[in-house]
């Protein structure tokens, strides 16, 4: 069975930096990618930025892809976004997820617990 763990959310400053880690088990293959979504207070789900894990291809949505990068520790099985530059609307709980698929296109099957990512002065 597929399993996600997120770590590394935590409170941070305004243009502060946080590394969050998705560790993926349960599924040796190469080829599935890694979504990462968040959820703002009050507001709904919303995804972030996404890799395969095949080759390392990344996308991002705009409001982020200046400050935020993904890679990827094969060896590990972790999958990492690294956030800079934060801003408190950057604040939300941040879940990973799972697609049995090179592309990262819908849908995301399995899903971590979250972890919760606050920017705060």
């Known amino acids: 069975q597929v399993q996600l763990v997120e770590s590394g959310g935590g409170l941070v400053q305004p243009g502060g930096s946080l590394r969050l880690s998705c560790a993926v088990s349960?599924?040796?293959?190469?080829?599935?990618?890694i979504g990462w979504f968040r959820q703002p207070p009050g507001k709904e789900r919303e995804a972030v930025a996404c890799?395969?894990?095949?080759?390392?291809?990344?996308y991002y949505i705009d409001s982020v892809k200046d400050r935020f990068s993904l890679s990827r520790n094969n060896a590990k099985n972790t999958v990492y976004l690294q956030m800079g530059n934060l801003t408190p609307e950057d604040t939300a709980i941040y879940s990973c997820?799972?697609?049995?698929?090179?592309?990262?296109?819908?849908?995301?099957?399995?899903w971590g617990q979250g972890t919760q990512v606050t920017v705060s002065s």
């Open positions: 997820a799972f697609h049995r698929e090179v592309k990262c296109v819908p849908p995301f099957d399995v």
């Open positions: 349960g599924f040796t293959s190469d080829l599935y990618t």
């Open positions: 890799i395969s894990n095949f080759d390392g291809t990344s």
